[in-house]
């Protein structure tokens, strides 16, 4: 069972669905300030919408912003259900938020709740740099994320766009402060032509707006105050204007469609054994205007050359001393975001896995299979954090590699995650794992306990949730060809 992708595809649902109230953000480019672009909202104001992935319905969000004192409060709920699969599971977020007169970004509170996991977030904005808490309680880690001019949030001024001067030809570009991966990202949105539509029976007069974000077109119809009327992105994910009534209504078939199998990339030959493969060539394409990872795409066991990635299985090597003094490698011995390695917990089970162990490669591979022996394989909608799966021991290939990664770091053993494809019946489909420095990196995928991986991982990037997020840009895009392949 390949059980991978699923937080880097749920995570571009929930940024991709939250992208249109990302519209309504502190336009960056234009020399106004935001109060010279924006006009005050003086009335509480809420905003329901259906969310749908090409014919089925799968969710809804409801946004509210009021007044207060010198600024507003915003608050934004957003419930899905999405088929991962097979298996239809429920995600909410909830996002509050204070923001200044201008709408710039004050605070923030983001909670991700799927089952028991759930992903918790809060921060303020002090001068350049927002400082952030992520988990709760005493697991709170707190880190220091810089900032340059002022941002936003998603739910930042909902429904209208007063006074930004909607018109035909102009452009605008954001500075966002995304809470689902603790990053700032960068937006551009253009106005392209006025249109008529109609939803569920209703004229409208909209603004076509076409936009890019994490290297995807997507189109909205906005009204004559700014607000959005419906929204299309990538694989038939859809946003409507809706009553509460209607977006609050039943999800009738909801979990028809796939989002992991529609996200997969089919090829036409079908790989015998895959895992026993030695070396694999494959034409790319679909590549022209995505930023690429050229660094991760050409490295190491792969190679990228015009539109061709060869892959051949590397050796594990002999055992060798600890590098824990090579300079290169101490980005890859911290803690960070999800890989708490320095956490008393992971450090306490990193210790009795390893045991007596002093080999690199001998502590690799027991903390491989420990973590593919201990952690149920499923589908899991969250933000992963290497503790959680160590409490929950349940997870998808994204828990098995944060949790993989801390644990090596923890044992003194360089690690990394990477986000990619890999192939499964006649597709290759979105998937992370890891890569551990033992003298040169080598691969490590502990959903199917394999060191090496074998040479159908095909490496897109490596690095945090911002870099996860950043292969989304090739989503429904890539095209495969595989053009040969060996067991020798």
């Known amino acids: 069972m390949t059980a991978g992708g699923i937080i880097v595809l749920a995570i571009w649902i929930i940024t991709v669905a939250l992208w249109v109230k990302r519209l309504h953000t502190v336009p960056s480019s234009i020399k106004k300030t935001v109060a010279e672009a924006s006009a005050p909202i003086s009335e509480p104001l809420t905003e329901w919408m259906e969310i749908y992935l090409k014919k089925d ?54 909670l991700l709740t799927s089952g028991a996991v759930r992903f918790e977030a809060k921060g303020n904005v002090e001068h350049e740099a927002i400082r952030i808490t992520i988990g709760e309680g005493k697991k709170g880690r707190k880190t220091v994320i810089p900032i340059s001019g002022p941002v936003t949030i998603s739910t930042g001024v909902p429904g209208l766009i007063k006074g930004r001067g909607l018109q035909v030809g102009r452009s605008f570009s954001f500075s966002l402060f995304d809470p689902s991966v603790v990053a700032q990202q960068e937006a551009t949105v253009r106005v392209l032509a006025r249109e008529s539509m109609e939803i569920k029976g209703v004229s409208y007069a909209a603004f076509r707006v076409e936009g890019e974000f994490l290297g995807q077109k997507m189109t909205f119809w906005l009204d004559d105050e700014g607000g959005v009327l419906k929204e299309e ?29 529609l996200a997969a990339v089919p090829v036409k030959i079908k790989l015998w054994q895959p895992e026993m493969l030695t070396f694999i060539k494959l034409r790319a394409g679909g590549l022209e205007g995505v930023a690429l990872d050229t660094f991760a795409l050409d490295s190491g066991r792969q190679s990228f050359e015009g539109d061709t ?42 210790a009795g896995i390893v045991g007596e162990l002093q080999s690199p490669v001998r502590i690799t591979v027991k903390i491989m299979g420990w973590v593919f022996e ?20 349940v997870g998808d290939c994204n828990e098995h590699a944060v949790l993989a990664a801390a644990l090596l770091r923890a044992a003194g053993i360089p690690a990394r995650v990477c986000v990619g494809l890999v192939y499964k019946d006649s597709a290759f489909y979105y998937h992370a794992w890891n890569e551990v420095y033992l003298g040169s990196w080598i691969s490590m995928d502990t959903v199917s306990n394999q060191m090496p991986a074998d040479p159908t991982h095909i490496k897109l990037s490596h690095g945090g949730l911002d870099k996860q997020a950043s292969i989304m840009g090739l989503l429904g895009k890539i095209s495969l060809e595989i053009l040969a392949y060996g067991y020798d």
């Open 309 to 350: 990635i060869a892959i051949k299985r590397e050796k594990v090597p002999d055992p060798y001393q600890l590098p824990g003094r090579v300079p290169d490698m101490q980005e890859y011995l911290k803690p960070e975001l999800g890989i708490e390695s320095d956490h008393p917990l992971i450090i306490k089970a990193a």
């Open 57 to 110: 319905k799968i969710g809804y969000s409801e946004r509210h912003i009021s007044p207060v004192g010198e600024g507003y409060l915003v608050r934004e709920e957003m419930l899905l259900k999405l088929n991962l699969m097979g298996r239809v599971s429920a995600l909410k977020a909830v996002t509050q938020a204070t923001l200044g007169k201008d709408f710039s970004l004050q605070g923030f509170h983001f």
């Open 374 to 393: 201990s952690i149920e394989k499923m589908p899991v909608m969250s933000v992963p954090s290497a503790i959680e799966v160590l409490e929950k021991r």
């Open 233 to 261: 992105g990538p694989i038939g994910l859809t946003l409507v204007r809706a009553s509460e009534a209607a977006a609050l209504g039943d999800f009738e078939g909801s979990g028809r469609e796939d989002i992991y199998r």
